[in-house]
């Protein structure tokens, strides 16, 4: 299972690292190792916490500013994990990614054998991110990610996983794009009735939204991965979607 969580659900009102909802996370994904569940994690929230030790309340449109946010988050982001994750016996490995890595068949194959020695060994957790911290010149280069929806998509094929599960602080995809209306509870195809209940993001710590997310979700669908949208903030969402229950928004061929 891969586990890709968003800024909203890691900053707390305050901006910072939100240390209960590590804690309860950490808790669930330790429970899936212990029944023999492979998890990969995959963490927004390196540019938020550094836009909160900077005093900063909207993401920077600067990049070097977002880079700096970005180098000052990534640390504290880690130390959040790896404490909460010590708890439990285990501890996080940390894997910053770029477009490019999956340019290089190379680089590809020796990043699937680092992920493989990392779940092989039963007590790490890894935990990807986009890597922000490039200079200016590979970033106008690189065709990046964009946010980390996408991101999760290209680890879930890596890794070969059954299912990506990404968390939210919304309950799914609903049938009108500000979050309102009827939640939508299966999917087996991206047409363009399904594509028209998408929306852009509305936070400032945070880029991609719904577009993102349907985006990952067609992308899945075509490799056969089932993919699940849930609200991270419900009680134990990660055991329960494990056990079948019906959360969130699941695409699944039929």
Same mark, same amino acid.
């Given at each position: ?23 309860? @996370?950490?808790? +669930?994904? $330790?429970? !899936? ?5 492979? %998890? /990969? =994690? ?11 030790a900077l005093g900063l309340r909207q993401r920077p449109k600067e990049l070097p500013l977002l880079q700096a946010c970005a180098t000052i988050g990534q640390p504290l982001l880690m130390s959040a994990y790896s404490r909460a994750l010590t708890e439990h016996g285990l501890c996080a ?22 992920l493989n020695k990392l779940l092989g060994l039963g007590k790490c957790l890894p935990i990807f991110n986009e890597n922000d911290a490039l200079s ?14 996408? @991101?999760?998509? +290209?680890? $879930?094929? !890596? ?5 990506? %599960? /990404? =968390? ?87």
């Amino acid at each position: 299972m891969v586990v890709k969580v968003g800024s909203g659900l890691l900053t707390s009102s305050s901006g910072s690292i939100s240390k209960s909802f590590v804690e309860s @996370l950490c808790r +669930q994904i $330790a429970t !899936l190792k212990r029944k023999k569940v492979g %998890v /990969i =994690l995959v963490s927004s929230g390196a540019i938020s916490a550094g836009m909160t030790a900077l005093g900063l309340r909207q993401r920077p449109k600067e990049l070097p500013l977002l880079q700096a946010c970005a180098t000052i988050g990534q640390p504290l982001l880690m130390s959040a994990y790896s404490r909460a994750l010590t708890e439990h016996g285990l501890c996080a490995a940390q894997i910053l990614m770029t477009g490019w890595d999956l340019d290089s068949r190379r680089i590809y194959r020796n990043i699937q054998a680092t992920l493989n020695k990392l779940l092989g060994l039963g007590k790490c957790l890894p935990i990807f991110n986009e890597n922000d911290a490039l200079s200016y010149e590979e970033i106008e280069m690189l065709s990046r990610f964009g946010d980390n929806d996408r @991101l999760a998509g +290209q680890v $879930a094929l !890596l890794a070969k996983a059954t299912r990506l %599960v /990404i =968390l939210s602080g919304i309950d799914g995809l609903n049938t009108s794009p500000d979050g309102t209306g009827d939640l939508i509870r299966r999917v087996a195809k991206i047409d363009e009735k399904i594509q028209g209940y998408a929306g852009q993001t509305q936070s400032q710590r945070s880029v991609g939204g719904m577009i993102s997310k349907l985006e990952t979700a067609r992308t899945m669908l075509q490799a056969g991965v089932s993919m699940v949208i849930a609200n991270g903030l419900e009680k134990d969402v990660l055991l329960r979607i494990q056990r079948g229950e019906s959360l969130g928004t699941w695409f699944e061929r039929k």
